[in-house]
């Protein structure tokens, strides 16, 4: 009688470690254009094979291709362009910031910055995004002044949230921006449960809930999915697959076994896999998403497929889990640089002109931070107490929990 094998654990592992060649065989890139573009009233089983390819409208040449192309006009990608890098030149200074010793943490969106900017060009006024820490480009594309965004990092006296919140989990209702929370996956169920409310009072006004591709592991995610597909409510469900969570690769969270716009699957919520790096791309099929929701038809699942070319935070450094070059080889590129060929290969921009947006950015950036450091930096004058500090956030308690606090002696 032979003996059982002896069982083993399959722990994932990325391909390639430090000092390897990056390798991104594992993506799987469909090409340009080859992806149809249904209509948004289509049977979810119909495009089930929507999870595994990748809907892309920028060629490797810079041209527009497909039937996802053609939405937006010169004008609207000079102003994403220009939403892009701004964003990219706030995290630069805001990172230089967090080395200066101006704020205690910093959190960039380095090489992400077409999801988050593309995709509130589809949203209204009155939408409301429920973000991660890594979506700053909700706000900067939405014209959210930069210097209230630099204030609540420096946590000094123009910090609407009033030093409540860590450096970047930013609030700001009027801009349909949800507060950020530092607690991974919260954020699912909350989108799900405001566009049920929507719902409910006959509104018109849609939610976009967002997610990385780690916190998928989380049960809110699954939570979210459940809710969002038995009652249908108009909202977005987005899956920032950007590779890595911290210093654990995508197939930790099940990335390996599958593509994670396939979860919606076992819900039958349509979904999406899309170029992240692509902002044409990101429209498009935030677009999509958009006019299902707002024709009642439902909820909607999206992975954009990207790369994290940053640090985790200015507390990681990357190069101990991944090659120091590995950005550079990303497939999908840079979002920026794509979208600036794309323009010059249309005749709508140029290099000089791309210098001078440059320098144009960079200025609007300075001169914000110059304004916000103004108010107070957290290397500037005497810390106040502890004390101190909890008295400014107890007067704005609600009359009946300062009277408790009151009674209790504290």
Known sequence: MSSAPRLSLHVPEPTVRPGGKPDFSHVGIAEAGEVPRPPIDVNPSEIRDFAYTMIRVLDDNGDAVGPWAGALTPDDLRKGLRDMMLTRAFDARMLLSQRQGKTSFYIQSLGEEAIATAHRKALKPGDMCFPTYRQQGLLIAYGWPIVDMMCQIFANEQDRLKGRQLPGLYSAKEAGFFTVSGNLGTQYPHAVGWAMASAISGDTRIASGWIGEGATAESDFHSALVFASVYRPPVILNVVNNQWAISS????????????????????????????????????????????????????????????AGAHSTSDDPSKYRPKDEWAAWPLGDPIERLKIHLIRIGAWTEERHKQMQAEVEAEVLEAAKVAESHGTLHDGPKPSASSMFEQVYKDMPRHLREQRQQLGV
Not at 253 to 282: M, Q, T
Request: positive net charge; aromatic residues 14%; charged residues 20%.
């Open 249 to 308: 690769y995508q197939g930790i969270a099940g990335g390996e076994s599958a593509k994670f716009a396939a979860r919606a699957h076992g819900f039958a919520i349509p979904s999406l896999r899309v170029d992240g790096n692509d902002y044409l791309a990101v429209y498009a099929a935030s677009l999509w998403a958009v006019e299902r929701a707002r024709a009642n038809l439902g909820p909607t699942l999206i992975e954009w497929v990207t790369y994290r």
